[in-house]
């Protein structure tokens, strides 16, 4: 029988989006911007929030272009989230349909999240220096241990001028999600939008 063609990258990050979005009771911005806008909307618009899946040693991809292009479509304050899923395997080969590589990650559940405020992820981005490659814009990845040492105040992105440690906050949220805000921001909407359920 012949494998069924589909990307798991694509299968990942959709997964990951709609737990999301659902863990924080998010609304998806216009699927028609291509990118161009953060994944996800605070229900009353006090925030963006744009979804970045991986094996948590990979790394979620952070695109030059799509970085840089947030900071000039809104004044709202954006946040990434990075999911890491524990699936080491190759996915191709293991999982011959989409349906079988979602059971699988429905099996499996979430390892970690991580949310960062913008800040953090474009000093993230400025300090390890991106990937250069001729069909794709210039990217970084940050895997499980990268997002882990910003959470624990261990990455050279706290030794950065631009960036006061004593303005960030950091917040657990049934030990797998780890949140940083850049002072009290939004951690109220955060902590009581929260549905565990859906790690």
């Known amino acids: 029988m012949r494998k069924q063609e589909y990307s798991p990258q694509h299968v990942v990050g959709r997964w990951f989006e709609e737990r999301l979005m659902r863990m ?63 699936i080491t395997a190759n996915m ?41 490659t001729p069909k794709h814009d210039s990217f970084v990845q940050m895997d499980e241990r990268d997002a882990e040492n910003i959470f624990m105040w261990k990455s050279p992105v706290w030794n950065d001028p631009s960036i006061d440690i004593f303005d960030y906050r950091y917040f657990f949220l049934r030990g797998k999600v780890r949140i940083v805000t850049k002072g009290r921001d939004f951690e109220k909407e955060l902590r009581g939008s929260f549905h565990p359920e859906f790690l």
Request: aromatic share 16%.
């Open 92 to 132: 191709r080969e293991t999982y011959p349909t989409e349906e079988d590589l979602i059971a699988a990650l429905d099996d499996a559940g979430l390892k970690s999240v991580y949310v960062f405020p913008f800040s953090i992820v474009k000093t993230f981005f400025d300090r390890v220096g991106e990937t250069n």
């Open 24 to 86: 924080f009771d998010l609304v998806r911005t216009d699927i028609k911007s291509e990118g161009r806008v953060p994944d996800f909307m605070h229900k009353d618009g006090l925030f963006y929030m744009e979804a970045k899946a991986s094996c948590y040693k990979n790394g979620g991809v952070i695109n030059q272009g799509q970085l840089y292009g947030f900071e000039d479509i809104t004044n709202a304050k954006r946040f990434y989230a990075f999911g890491y899923h524990p």
